[in-house]
């Protein structure tokens, strides 16, 4: 069973970039799917990006295609999410999760079995 761990959250201004990070706690992202979602005040939970283990992908949602870019590395156990070009509209608490199967929609919340704690982004104007 792996945990994952987000690091790197904070404050960035309107066009900052920020990059986060996620680790594989108790185990290691091998032969795992790993996805970032981010959930806003009072919005439900979206999906961001994600990267296969398989090498498939990647995959972004419409609202951060061209802005942010998913990269996993597989020898370190990482999977980062560089944001640039930020918008307060990218404010949120970020997660990284992580699917044990392989699912064809990789963008629901329910293809992903194990979830971090989260890492909040705050952009301001």
């Known amino acids: 069973q792996v945990q994952p761990v987000e690091s790197g959250g904070g404050l960035a201004r309107t066009g900052g970039s920020l990059r986060l990070s996620c680790a594989a706690s108790?185990?290691?992202?091998?032969?795992?799917?790993v996805g970032w979602f981010r959930q806003a005040l009072g919005k439900e939970r979206e999906f961001v990006a994600a990267?296969?283990?398989?090498?498939?992908?990647?995959y972004y949602s419409d609202s951060v295609k061209g802005r942010f870019t998913i990269d996993r590395d597989n020898a370190k156990n990482l999977v980062k999410l560089q944001m640039n070009n930020l918008s307060p509209e990218d404010t949120a608490v970020y997660y990284c999760a992580a699917a044990r199967s392989y699912a064809l929609v990789i963008s629901t919340t329910t293809a992903y079995d194990y979830w971090g704690q989260g890492t909040q982004v705050t952009v301001s104007s």
């Open positions: 108790g185990g290691s992202f091998e032969k795992y799917d």
């Open positions: 990267a296969r283990w398989s090498g498939g992908g990647p």
